[in-house]
């Protein structure tokens, strides 16, 4: 969808005290950065939001945490007993984001200035502890 060149593997961390402060998938340190998401959910449509994110600027994966996306769509006027169905569709350029709030921002220009994402990845993850072998089958 958009115009720019991909630019992150994406995973949304359905688990609200996992935190990754180290990254799943080659072990080097996380950092904070806040970048703008474009989301589609379905009574508004497309939402440009501002969201501090984990990134492992090794292998560019970006993580976001599905509690915190939750509370901010929430917080736009939703209430909690309406499903939630949204998609983050990629990234925006900042300066893009930042029109948005003076002049507004065109689907065009939307499209123009957002770059999808390379892939979305899934986290399954297991407690630790003692668990019986697999049987076979």
Known sequence: MGALQPRYSFVLNPYPRERFTRCPRCEAK??????????????????????????????????????????????????QAEKREYLILGTLDVKTWRRGFSDGVTIE?????????KQYMRIDYTPGGWYRPEQPT
Not at 109 to 117: I, K
């Open 30 to 79: 996380t950092r904070l950065r806040k970048i703008p998401l474009v989301i589609h959910f379905e009574p508004v449509g497309l939402v440009m939001l501002r969201k501090t994110c984990r990134l492992c600027v090794v292998c560019e994966m970006l993580i976001a945490h599905q509690a915190e996306v939750d509370g901010l769509i929430d917080a736009m006027g939703r209430t």
């Open 109 to 117: 220009e939307l499209t123009e200035h957002m770059a999808d994402f």
